[in-house]
């Protein structure tokens, strides 16, 4: 069965989606793909592609991300030049966490077993009798 | 080609975007989506006034925001979320009223379930698309020369045939065999007027049977009843400048407009149920044992506040009615208890959807059993005008657009 | 290699976190890629037909609004393969496939009702809250094999 898959480069990965591009067209694999702002879309029979990802994958192992896609990419039924202009709403889930994956692939580069890592506490809201006496402070 | 904006939450999901996309096909018309930003979703609050916890609603949020920020993207607007969500509701609501505010672009606003189909949605999407693609038509004022017009029901056929901007003759048949009872609307409309066939300069046709009927006539205009009753109010009421609402309660759907200068910028069309249609009050004339065209006038001497009743479904409706009769309501009360549970509805499903402002005019058939405007007045606190032709607006409106088309 | 379902159902941080850790994440596309090559129907974008929100009636009552209930016709089946879920509780802007806030009520509700291990954390807001973040994951994904 052939499968559609997004790779995703964090926006400080030093990978370029054409640099990714490149790589699956000297593969010589039949895979289609296609360059967008954030990554490529590749679209292939399931056993060569989930081999390429991991050669992918190795490019910038913390600064690449995958995820599955339904639909091939520039498939009529979802591409917006033939839809009517405007970004189908899952994109802007994609861009949304895309502003995330800097600080996840940092998170991957330093992940060590043997590291403690203490997360402060969020800030909580002021306990009543405290603001009661800075209503009193403040109004008096 | 017409584009209409899609704002919308659920279609998709609910199976019926391409129901959608097949009704605006058939009008010739285009769905397209307004492009935003991930920050316009996410600042929505700011230009929109509000933010809320499902994202495809902020999208189309967003999405109105650019119509009102750039026009030039869409010549109209539906907006659709699906029923029952109260959330979508509210959003719905709120976005027509914000394009409706901020522009001219006309709206359609609707609740869609997973049996929507491209059939229901056709005549609505039609209306848009008119009210778009004849603009100037739909602002034409006065009738002239000499036309005719035919409303093919789906209870009733009406015609008229109007001269130098008069109505000088009408027609009205039950609607039994869809071409024959034009015929016959026609013939009683052309010989009331003392004219023949032949000298009709133009013939415009809207209603049910419009495709149907225009086909057989070889109609100059086929046109839904949206637009063309919207107009015909107007110009019977003598309102067509600045905004006035039509209410149309028909025989098997009920219709709210909301005009502008004679061109509808809002309306929804439809009723959950029989319950809130002519038809109600038909079933409630014959179980009274009077005429339909007595019960208007035996309403205006009954309290609806004496009889509890509750049309929102037919069955439960007729079974209100047996049982107040039963138990010694006066016909008079009851008479008025079954207009106010249809005005009630038509205000409670209708009038929530449009903008209401004055002149009310209601128009059809039923606009001539006396107490549904009187309950309609109490309940919108409005003077409603009933005008003269009032029955016939359908045909009324085909024969002054139709004749617009003879001139050039 | 444990199934484990990730909300937001369209995540693309935490399907590839469960992947890259070993284990096969449960999400929307591959439900979509089923409905979309099938050639039986035309539907689109999504080829969800009105007979989808029917399915749905199996998670959702039939006065649920049909958008839900279509949603449940996808995600439904996905929660029943679940053996793991991790839940991102305030996952900021969801759109599509999770753009309706009623149905990802229904979803949340219904994976930390089916009684098996789930992760529930927030999104990391700078580097050492996402330290935190793909630690318990890894921890997390660990403990299940």
Redo the contacts between chains.
């Keep these: 069965?052939?499968?559609?898959k997004?790779i995703?480069t964090s926006p400080e990965s030093d990978i370029l989606p054409s640099d990714i591009a490149m790589k699956i067209y000297r593969s010589k694999n039949d895979v289609n793909v296609k360059e967008t702002c954030f990554g490529v879309i590749i679209n292939g029979e399931e056993k060569a592609l989930n081999e390429l990802l991991k050669e992918i994958?190795a490019m910038d192992p913390n600064g690449i991300?995958?995820?599955?896609?339904?639909?091939p990419p520039g498939?009529a039924?979802?591409c917006r030049g033939r839809?009517g202009g405007g970004a189908?709403?899952?994109?802007?889930?994609?861009e949304?966490?895309?502003k995330?994956?800097p600080?996840?692939s940092?998170?991957?580069a330093?992940?060590r077993e043997d590291?403690d890592?203490?997360?402060?506490p969020k800030k909580r809201p002021l306990d009543l009798e405290k603001l009661e006496a800075i209503i009193k402070t403040e109004l008096s | 080609m017409i584009r209409i904006a899609e704002l919308a939450?659920?279609?998709?999901?609910?199976?019926?975007?391409?129901e959608i996309?097949r009704a605006a096909e058939k009008v010739g018309a285009k769905i397209v989506y307004p492009e935003v930003s991930?920050e316009d979703?996410?600042n929505v609050e700011k230009k929109f006034g509000v933010k809320?916890?499902?994202?495809?609603?902020?999208?189309a949020m967003a999405r109105a925001v650019r119509i009102i920020e750039n026009p030039d993207l869409a010549d109209a607007v539906i907006v659709m979320?699906?029923?029952?969500?109260a959330?979508?509701a509210i959003i719905r609501s709120e976005i027509r009223k914000f394009i409706h505010e901020k522009s001219r672009l006309p709206v359609l606003s609707y609740s869609?379930?997973?049996?929507t189909t491209a059939e229901t949605l056709f005549t609505r999407m039609e209306a848009l698309v008119t009210t778009v693609k004849f603009r100037g038509l739909l602002a034409r004022e006065s009738q002239k020369g000499l036309t005719a017009g035919i409303d093919s029901g789906s209870t009733t056929t009406k015609s008229v045939v109007m001269k130098n901007n008069q109505v000088i003759g009408t027609g009205w048949v039950p609607t039994i065999e869809v071409i024959q009872s034009a015929e016959d609307a026609y013939d009683a409309a052309l010989s009331a007027a003392g004219v023949n066939r032949a000298d009709i300069q133009g013939l415009g046709v809207t209603g049910y049977g419009r495709f149907l009927v225009g086909k057989h006539f070889d109609a100059k205009l086929v046109q839904e009843e949206i637009t063309v009753n919207a107009k015909g109010a107007v110009f019977l009421a003598n309102a067509q400048k600045g905004s006035a609402t039509v209410i149309d309660i028909g025989g098997m759907d009920n219709k709210a407009i909301a005009v502008h200068d004679g061109i509808p910028g809002g309306f929804t069309m439809g009723g959950i149920c029989a319950g809130a249609s002519g038809r109600f009050l038909e079933l409630t004339a014959r179980r009274l044992g009077i005429d339909i065209t007595d019960l208007g006038k035996l309403a205006l001497k009954g309290n609806y506040e004496n009889v509890s009743m509750n049309s929102y479904c037919i069955v439960f409706g007729t079974q209100s009615l047996v049982n107040s009769l039963s138990m010694g309501c006066k016909p008079e009360d009851v008479a008025m208890a079954a207009c106010h549970s249809v005005a009630e509805q038509v205000y409670e499903q209708q009038l929530q959807e449009v903008e209401v402002k004055e002149p009310v005019i209601m128009v059809g058939g039923t606009s001539l059993i006396e107490g549904l405007p009187k309950a309609m007045e109490s309940l919108l606190n409005i003077n409603v005008i009933v005008p003269r032709y009032a029955q016939f607006v359908g045909a009324v409106g085909a024969s002054l657009l139709v004749s617009g088309l003879l001139e050039g | 290699m444990a199934k484990v379902i990730v909300y937001?159902l369209?995540?693309?941080?935490l399907?590839?976190?469960v992947?890259?850790m070993g284990h096969e994440s449960l999400?929307?596309?591959?439900?979509?890629?089923k409905?979309?090559?099938s050639t039986s129907i035309?539907?689109?974008?999504?080829?969800?037909?009105?007979?989808?929100?029917?399915k749905g009636l199996k998670w959702a009552a039939v006065?649920?609004?049909?958008?839900?209930?279509?949603?449940m016709a996808i995600i439904g089946p996905l929660i029943e393969a679940a053996e793991a879920a991790i839940i991102i509780d305030d996952p900021?802007?969801?759109?599509?496939?999770?753009?309706?806030?009623?149905?990802n009520e229904l979803v949340r509700l219904l994976i930390k009702t089916k009684g098996i291990p789930v992760l529930e954390m927030n999104?990391?807001e700078?580097?050492?809250?996402?330290?935190?973040?793909?630690?318990k994951i890894?921890i997390f994904l660990e403990g299940l094999k």
């Design positions: 069965m052939r499968i559609t997004y995703i994958r991300f995958i995820k599955d896609r339904g639909f498939d039924r979802r839809r189908r709403p899952g994109f802007y889930m994609i949304h966490e895309s995330m994956l600080l996840i940092k998170a991957l330093s992940e590291m890592i203490v997360c402060p | 939450c659920g279609p998709e999901y609910s199976g019926i975007q391409k996309e991930l979703i996410l809320v916890a499902s994202g495809d609603l902020n999208l979320t699906c029923f029952r969500c959330e979508a869609f379930t997973e049996r | 937001p369209t995540s693309t941080i399907a590839d976190l992947e890259r999400v929307i596309p591959t439900e979509v890629r409905k979309i090559i035309d539907s689109p974008p999504l080829n969800i037909t009105p007979d989808d929100p029917k006065d649920v609004p049909s958008g839900v209930r279509g949603r900021g802007c969801l759109t599509g496939c999770s753009g309706c806030n009623r149905a999104y990391p700078d580097e050492n809250e996402a330290r935190g973040f793909v630690r890894k």
